[in-house]
């Protein structure tokens, strides 16, 4: 190969890479904030919703099933969650985790457990507690906030976003207390919340 057409191939092949470099580097940063938005209107929802007490968006709720007996009812728990861009197996897995709950419940009447349960004791005999905490902030004082500090990449369908949550003092500084690990899943190219890490 003559030096000059050399030079040439080497000289385009260098562009190139380092146009596909920018395209990528431009994806990330796209995705870094899609990622970071998708975490942070989580976290925002969460604690306004908790804030004014609607309890059954956030978590499931004690019905009657067909029988009369005691269940839980996850569906506006649940459609929030789809619509704020939470995986199916996250769904899934987060239902698994009431079974022990749901198991106790369908052995009692619906009318028993409306008007005799009433203290925390009993909600965690049947393995109920789940309005005692906090579950997606921690504790039972509800934050202010959430600070997102870092955003990473595990590969191209996987992201992560470490933050902390935050009171506001009567000055507006921050006090800090407490992290979460948001892992993110690309589905059909939408970033969707696939498990958070305390």
């Not at 920018?22 to 925002?44: G, M, P, R, W, Y």
């Not at 935050?166 to 690309?186: A, C, V």
Request: charged share 30%; net charge negative.
């Amino acid at each position: 190969m003559k030096p000059i057409k050399l030079i040439s191939l080497i000289t385009l092949l260098a562009i190139s890479n380092i146009a596909l470099s920018k395209h990528i580097e431009n994806i990330e940063t796209s995705d870094s904030l899609i990622v970071a938005k998708t975490t942070q209107d989580f976290f925002k929802w969460y604690i306004e919703t908790v804030k004014s007490r609607k309890t059954n968006e956030y978590q499931p709720i004690f019905i009657a099933d067909n029988d009369g007996m005691t269940t839980l009812d996850f569906s506006e728990y649940f459609e929030n969650l789809r619509k704020l861009s939470f995986t199916e197996s996250f769904i899934e897995t987060e239902r698994k985790q009431y079974q022990e709950c749901l198991d106790h419940l369908k052995k009692i009447e619906f009318k028993i457990f409306n008007s005799e349960f009433d203290d925390l004791d009993e909600f965690e005999n049947i393995k109920c507690d789940f309005s005692n905490r906090l579950k997606w902030t921690g504790g039972q004082e509800i934050v202010n906030g959430f600070e997102i500090k870092k955003v990473s990449f595990i590969n191209q369908d996987y992201s992560s976003v470490e933050g902390v949550f935050f009171f506001l003092n009567s000055d507006q500084t921050k006090s800090y207390i407490g992290k979460r690990k948001i892992l993110l899943r690309k589905t059909n190219e939408v970033w969707k919340i696939d498990r958070i890490e305390e």
